[in-house]
Nanobody, 120 residues
């Protein structure tokens, strides 16, 4: 069974920080890419940040300079460090991973999502 386990969401004041983590488990050989998306009520889901197994990164313009994504290849884990949080960062954040399994198949997976709320 392949699962993505997310953690780190919560309530934080503007200017504060949170760290989200996403760990893939199961019969995984390696990950190709992992990233974080977010969706606020009434808004379309958008890419926040992504990283490949080789370390190449991509960020949304709205978070560049504030958020940092990193990975642990051996653990198939991705971490999103979020600093200088703003109310407009409030959303449900979902982890996405493209994984290669031990049987050589490659599939995409989604986590269940974790709520991030930035408010006084």
């Amino acid at each position: 069974q392949v699962q993505l386990v997310e953690s780190g969401g919560g309530l934080v004041q503007p200017g504060g920080s949170l760290r989200l983590s996403c760990a893939a488990s199961g019969s995984i050989f390696s990950f190709n890419a992992m990233g974080w998306y977010r969706q606020a009520p009434g808004k379309q889901r958008e890419l926040v940040a992504a990283i490949t197994s080789g370390g190449d990164t991509n960020y949304a313009d709205s978070v560049k300079g504030r958020f940092t994504i990193s990975r642990d290849n051996a653990k198939s884990t991705v971490t999103l460090q979020m600093n200088s949080l703003k109310p407009e960062d409030t959303a449900v954040y979902c982890c996405n991973a493209v994984l290669t399994l031990v049987d050589s198949t490659t599939l995409g997976y989604w986590g269940q999502g974790t709520q991030v709320t930035v408010s006084l």
